[in-house]
């Protein structure tokens, strides 16, 4: 069943296609695991069918394992990235990372699942005003934080600081996106957190880049 209530009609005329010239969805309209947690506004396009972002997106992601993809709001996500989570383990204290236990009834026995739980690396956390690009690919227990941008077919393998633009296999950073002092002043503005008529309000303060004018459109909300 698709969550349908994430914008009122002013915002957005279809949650499933917010854009009807463009090929995507708003993932709280469309991701139906309860361990993918998604912030509003957060959206993913795909000319096959954005609301696949599931099944497409999200791989060796098992109910049994109970790893969690949380993703913030207003993310940005393009065709094909992919999520990768800890079922993709394979055990890898011993000699073999063959399977055994999967494939015959004879070899599950003896089998300690310790082995494979050893490499989870926890949930995989995506941060707010997030833009992942084209193919990009995120190992598991990876956390990107606010603001930052994956370049085109990174491997993100390490915890991205907020940001940051990173690019290439193993996924760099490049460059931070501001100054440390203007970093802090956004994370502490966390315009994402603002009520959407108050946002639509500021908008130009947004996407402009004078953090001063954003510092004094912050609402006085106490979260
Ligand atoms: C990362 C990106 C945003 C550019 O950021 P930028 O800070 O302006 O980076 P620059 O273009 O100055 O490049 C910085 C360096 O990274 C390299 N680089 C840029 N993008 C790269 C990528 N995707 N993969 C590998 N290297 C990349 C550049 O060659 C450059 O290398 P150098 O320092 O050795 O010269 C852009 O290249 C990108 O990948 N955008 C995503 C586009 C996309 O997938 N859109 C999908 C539809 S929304």
């Known amino acids: 069943m698709h969550n349908l209530d994430i914008t009122k009609k ?3 005329p279809d949650p499933l296609n917010p854009n009807p010239l463009l090929d995507t969805a708003f993932l709280k309209a469309v991701v139906t695991s309860p361990n ?3 912030g509003n506004f957060s959206y993913y396009n795909d000319p096959k069918g954005p609301e ?12 049994f394992i109970g790893d969690k993809l949380k993703i913030g709001k207003f993310c940005a996500f393009a065709t ?3 999520f990768i989570m800890n079922g993709a383990n394979h055990a890898m204290t011993g000699f073999s990372t063959f399977p055994f236990n999967v494939f015959a009834e004879g070899w599950k026995g003896g089998f300690d699942p310790s082995t494979i739980t050893a490499g989870y690396r926890g949930d995989t956390v995506v941060g707010n005003d997030v833009w992942i690009g084209r193919e990009a690919l995120i190992m598991p227990g990876v956390t990107i934080g606010d603001g930052s941008i994956i370049g085109t077919r990174a491997v993100v393998a390490k915890d991205v ?5 990173v690019v290439g296999n193993p ?10 002092t203007t970093i802090d ?15 639509t309000k500021a908008l130009n303060a ?6 001063e004018v954003l510092k004094s459109m912050k609402p006085n909300i106490e979260t």
């Open 10 to 12: 002013k915002f957005g």
């Open 36 to 38: 993918i947690e998604v």
């Open 52 to 63: 696949k972002f599931q099944d497409h997106c999200v791989k060796y992601h098992f109910d």
């Open 80 to 82: 094909d990235i992919q």
């Open 161 to 165: 600081p907020p940001y940051s633009i």
């Open 171 to 180: 996924g760099k950073i490049v460059r931070k996106r501001f100054d440390d």
């Open 185 to 199: 002043a956004l994370l502490d503005i966390a315009w994402w957190d603002w009520p959407v008529d108050h946002l």
């Open 206 to 211: 947004i996407r402009g880049n004078d953090i």
